[in-house]
T-cell receptor, first 117, second 114 residues
Framework: GAVVSQHPSWVICKSGTSVKIECRSL??????MFWYRQFPKQSLMLMAT?????????EQGVEKDKFLINHASLTLSTLTVTSAHPEDSSFYIC?????????????FGPGTRLTVL | AQSVTQPDIHITVSEGASLELRCNYS??????LFWYVQSPGQGLQLLLK??????LVQGIKGFEAEFKRSQSSFNLRKPSVHWSDAAEYFC????????????FGAGTRLAVHP
C-alpha cells in the first residue's frame, strides 16, 4: 500500500515551453504533498509544500511564478514548470504524507526527469 | 539551521561484508530521524525511522540504525551486505512542529563488489 505515482517519468521540452508533472497517491488520500528537486549526485531539496485546497508554501529561493503547484484533490498534485529553461533541467520528486503531524510518513514517487533543450 | 551531514559520498564494500553509513545532524531539540534508500527508477523507500524510545532501531531489509544523542549521529548498519543493496542512501531529519518537512543529507552511494 501507500503508492505514489508520477507522470511523466521523463520529459524533454524546448526552452520557453511549460511542462506539467502529475503526482498521484494511488491508494490513500493525502492532504499534504511535497515537491523536491534533485540535482545530479546531490540531495533532494524541498521546493514547496502543497496542501489540498489551499495555496502551496514555497521554500526560500523557489520562484512561485516559475513553479506553479496545484493540489486540487486529495490524490493529485501538479507541478507546472512555466517558461522552462535549460537551468530548470533536473529530477523532480513528489511525496505524499499518509498522516498529518511532524511524525507523519512521506511516501515518494519515482521522480520525473525534465530536460530542457 | 537544521542540517544533515553524510561524510561519505561513495562507499564500496564486498558482498557479505558489514556496512556502516554515517549520518550527523544539527538540530537543537530531539529530531525525528530517517534513512531512505533510492534505487534507479524507484521512489525513495523508507528503511527505518527514529522518533523516541529505544535508540537502536530495526528497519527493513536487515538494516538497523543507532541514535546517539551525545554524538548527534544516526548511523545506518547492516551486518552482511547483499549485491541488491547497491543504491543511494539518504539520511534525513524532520523539523518538528507542523508539516513533515524533511531535510536530507547529500547521500551516500553504495557499490557492492561480488
Amino acid at each position: 500500500g501507500a503508492v505514489v505515482s508520477q507522470h511523466p517519468s521523463w520529459v524533454i521540452c524546448k526552452s520557453g515551453t511549460s511542462v506539467k508533472i502529475e503526482c498521484r497517491s494511488l491508494d490513500f488520500q493525502a492532504t499534504t504533498m511535497f515537491w523536491y528537486r534533485q540535482f545530479p549526485k546531490q540531495s533532494l531539496m524541498l521546493m514547496a509544500t502543497s496542501n489540498e485546497g489551499s495555496k502551496a508554501t514555497y521554500e526560500q529561493g523557489v520562484e512561485k511564478d516559475k513553479f506553479l503547484i496545484n493540489h486540487a484533490s486529495l490524490t493529485l498534485s501538479t507541478l507546472t514548470v512555466t517558461s522552462a529553461h535549460p537551468e530548470d533541467s533536473s529530477f523532480y520528486i513528489c511525496s505524499a504524507m499518509l498522516t498529518s503531524g511532524a511524525g507523519g510518513e512521506q511516501f515518494f514517487g519515482p521522480g520525473t526527469r525534465l530536460t530542457v533543450l | 539551521a537544521q542540517s544533515v551531514t553524510q561524510p561519505d559520498i561513495h562507499i564500496t564494500v564486498s558482498e557479505g561484508a558489514s556496512l556502516e553509513l554515517r549520518c550527523n545532524y544539527s538540530y537543537g531539540a530531539t529530531p525525528y530521524l530517517f534513512w531512505y534508500v533510492q534505487s534507479p527508477g524507484q521512489g525513495l523507500q523508507l528503511l527505518l525511522k527514529y522518533f523516541s524510545g529505544d535508540t537502536l532501531v530495526q528497519g527493513i531489509k536487515g538494516f538497523e540504525a543507532e541514535f546517539k544523542r551525545s554524538q548527534s549521529s544516526f548511523n545506518l548498519r547492516k551486518p552482511s551486505v547483499h549485491w541488491s543493496d547497491a543504491a543511494e542512501y539518504f539520511c534525513a531529519v524532520t523539523v518538528s512542529g507542523g508539516y513533515n518537512k524533511l531535510i536530507f543529507g547529500a547521500g551516500t552511494r553504495l557499490a557492492v563488489h561480488p
